[in-house]
Structures are given as C-alpha cells and as structure tokens.
C-alpha cells in the first residue's frame, strides 16, 4: 500500500509560480515511477508529468513543457512539480501518482498508475 500526500496548491497570479510536493510513505518509494496529473472542473483528467524511479528519466505534457519541472528525492520519498509562468489554464485540482510497479517505466497514461494522492487546488489569475 502507498500512501500520497500533495502539498503546495493555492492562489497565484499568471506568470507566478508554485512549487509541489508529494510525500509518499508506506512502501519503498525509490524504486516507483511518479507522476503528476490535474483536473479542471468538466475536463477529463490530464497528464501534466512523470519521472523514472531513477530520476533519468522525465517526460512533459505539452502543455506544460517548457515552464514545469518534475523532480524527486528519494532520500525524502518525495516528488515536485515546479510550476513556472503560470497561465489561467493551468488551473486545476493536481494529483500526484504513484506506478507500483518496481522499476517500471514512467507511464503517461493515468490507467498505469496504481496509486494516487487526494490532490491539492491550484487557481491560477488573470
């Protein structure tokens, strides 16, 4: 069992820029995949980025490529989402996801991910 905890929402002006976090616990972190995804209110949920178990290895939603940075500390069984230039569409519940599956590969799709948190708001202003 994994247990995810995001942190870091809240109200930001466009062009800001926020930081996440998820803390995992219960099992051994380091060798999951992780993601990040978001809802906005009556869209499907979107991949926003994943990161290898290794931290080699990210990928980006289009979207988003260019401006968010994803990250991990194994050391802390945490992963971040650095979120830069900040844009009103980028407003959105955020959840992070863990794969499950030892050493897997970083999936982009939300079906692969076995794990995820409660989410955390971020409203983004115009």
């Known amino acids: 069992q994994v247990q995810l905890v995001e942190s870091g929402g809240g109200l930001m002006q466009a062009g800001g820029s926020l930081r996440l976090s998820c803390a995992a616990s219960?099992?051994?972190?380091?060798?999951?995949?992780m993601g990040w995804f978001r809802q906005a209110p009556g869209k499907e949920r979107e991949f926003v980025a994943a990161i290898s178990w290794s931290g080699v290895s990210t990928y980006y939603g289009d979207s988003v490529k260019g401006r968010f940075t994803i990250s991990r500390d194994n050391d802390k069984s945490t992963v971040y989402l650095q979120m830069n230039s900040l844009k009103p569409e980028d407003t959105a519940v955020y959840y992070c996801?863990?794969?499950?599956?030892?050493?897997?590969?970083?999936?982009?799709?939300?079906?692969?991910?076995?794990?995820w948190g409660q989410g955390t708001q971020v409203t983004v202003s115009s």
């Open positions: 219960g099992r051994t972190f380091r060798r999951d995949a």
């Open positions: 996801a863990a794969d499950g599956r030892m050493y897997g590969p970083a999936p982009r799709v939300s079906s692969e991910y076995n794990y």
